[in-house]
């Protein structure tokens, strides 16, 4: 049994309404909601809000939402992990229990049912308590540089910045699109950062992150150019 839950508060606020504000013809949440459909993973697919407009939306798409997000899980600076296990828990005390719970966020568009299918089976393949989405760098994160209070610009790094480019080690980053796990590992407070976990790796014309306006114009122009290259 699995189930899928998808993070939506309502307070958003460098994008308003960012979870259902319209992008590329549907509210954004609507994309999230039907690659977790689509994929045929779930049992259940719940959206997790303590935002009654959001509930509705979710429900028009074919998400659950059989419970309303407490406000002290629904502010600016709780993280996902206590959202997931509330939806476990509650769940529960409903009477349902799961084996694999995945946490997708409501602003993935570029998410795929293929993506979560796959990582699902990687789940159970390596026997581990995670598996979520990466991606690699464009760049060599070993000749980042930064600038100082002053302005200059100053190495993160001396060691290898003159090493060559296929010489340095390649890095990833959490994609921030899904976060398969045990219901065990989500219920005993194990950091998907634990280093036990799996991770799937996205094509990075498949990753955008959409914190702010900019990131917003970007993902559009994205989609518009995969939608042209079907």
């Given amino acids: ?65 059989p419970f309303v997000r407490p406000q ?14 509330h939806a476990i828990e509650t769940l529960k005390e409903q009477g349902e229990s799961y084996d694999e719970v995945c946490c997708i966020y409501a602003t993935a568009p570029f998410l795929v049912p293929e993506f979560l299918s796959s990582a699902k089976q990687m789940l159970t393949d390596h026997s581990c308590p995670y598996v979520f989405s990466i991606c690699s760098f464009p760049y060599p994160i070993q000749r980042a540089v930064k600038l100082s209070d002053s302005g200059h610009v100053e190495k993160f790094e001396q060691r290898n910045f003159n090493v060559r480019s296929q010489d340095l080690e390649e890095a990833f980053h959490d994609a921030g699109q899904f976060y398969w796990g045990t219901s065990e590992a989500w219920l005993s ?42």
């Fill in 72 to 85: 002290k899980l629904s502010d600016d600076y709780t993280g996902t992990s206590p959202v997931v296990r």
């Fill in 189 to 230: 407070k194990e950091s998907v950062f634990s280093g036990r976990a799996q991770g799937f790796v996205l094509p990075r014309s498949r990753v955008q992150d959409i914190d702010t306006h900019e990131d917003w114009e970007r993902a559009e122009l994205m989609m518009k150019a995969l939608e042209v290259g079907k």
């Fill in 1 to 65: 049994m699995a189930l899928a839950v998808i993070p939506a508060r309502g307070g958003s606020k460098r994008i308003p309404r960012k979870n259902i504000k319209p992008f590329c013809g549907k509210p954004m949440i609507a994309w999230s909601i039907e690659a977790a459909l689509n994929s045929h993973c779930f049992e259940r697919v719940v959206v997790s809000t303590d935002d009654e407009e959001i509930a509705e939306v979710a429900r028009s798409y074919g998400a659950e939402t």
